[in-house]
């Protein structure tokens, strides 16, 4: 079965600063933009089952931070093992490179020359105020700047970063992360 990737980013009810289990945080929203349709969609957390089907057939979960973040805030909601999903994590590849993290804003800005609309702590506040169409805009914002990055990568080889001596790339070599549809089948989980 031919399998595609997805690009993920997920909204929490609580920060770090509440609790330090990513599995204390809640989920919100999630964002995904599904290479097999070529479609953004979204997710409230009463619908989450309807997203994990989706993530078992993905051939990888792509996003920033989406190892240490994301997919460990998903295990509260998924019943199976979440380590099971293959995830390309944008992040974690730019910190082997360079040795330090830097934030999605400044690799879309000095790569894109785009910026995001706003952060996290923003989102969070944005749920208890009710506002969940405006949350969910901003997630799908995240996703599409994430995708849009990754795809710069996936054509140029390279992405950019700022320092205090200008901008300077980070090689890369994503193509296989797009194109590898053979990826090794996953065991289900739930019960289909």
């Known amino acids: 079965m031919k ?13 770090f600063r509440d609790f330090d289990d990513p599995q204390k945080l809640g989920i919100t929203v999630v964002g ?19 997203l994990f089907p989706i993530l078992e057939a993905a051939s990888y979960i792509i996003g920033y931070n989406v190892v240490n973040f994301d997919i460990p ?13 293959q995830a390309f994590d944008i992040l974690d590849y730019i910190k082997q490179k360079i040795g330090r993290r830097i ?19 923003q989102a969070i506040d944005l749920y ?12 799908l914002d995240d996703v599409m700047l994430t995708k849009e990055l990754f795809e710069y990568g996936v054509k140029n080889m390279e992405i950019f970063y700022l320092t205090p001596n200008g901008k300077l790339a ?11 549809q053979e990826a090794k089948d996953m065991p289900l989980t739930l019960p289909f």
């Open 32 to 50: 995904i933009y599904d290479y097999k349709d070529s479609q953004q969609k979204i997710f409230e957390e009463k619908e989450l089952n309807k």
């Open 170 to 180: 980070i090689e890369v070599d994503w193509k296989k992360y797009l194109e590898s």
């Open 103 to 121: 934030s999605l804003n400044e690799v879309i800005g000095a790569t894109l020359g785009k910026k995001k609309t706003g952060h996290g702590l």
């Open 73 to 85: 805030v998903l295990q509260a909601y998924y019943p199976g093992k979440v380590e099971v999903f």
């Open 3 to 15: 399998k595609f990737p997805i690009v993920l980013d997920l909204e929490t009810k609580y920060s």
């Open 128 to 139: 208890n105020e009710g506002k969940i169409d405006e949350l969910k805009k901003y997630c």
